[in-house]
């Protein structure tokens, strides 16, 4: 998913990893445009995915 993409649909995106992975919190979640590199490094630390596991993810979301 593009960054466009993802920035449109983030609270649906967020409501859902957060349903899924119940130790998720708003910091992690916190989207600001151009940093996206660090909310994909913060969920790859809470999931134990790789970057583009994360990223796949939340596109197939």
């Known amino acids: 998913m593009n960054t466009t993409g993802l920035k449109g649909k983030w609270n649906e995106v967020k409501g859902k990893l957060k349903q899924e992975f119940a130790d ?24 134990g995915k790789t970057k583009d596991e994360v990223k796949k993810m939340i596109a197939d979301m």
Not at 25 to 36: A, F, M, S, V
């Open 24 to 47: 998720l919190t708003d910091d992690d979640l916190l989207y600001e445009e151009g940093k996206e590199d660090e909310l994909y490094g913060r969920l790859q630390q809470k999931v």
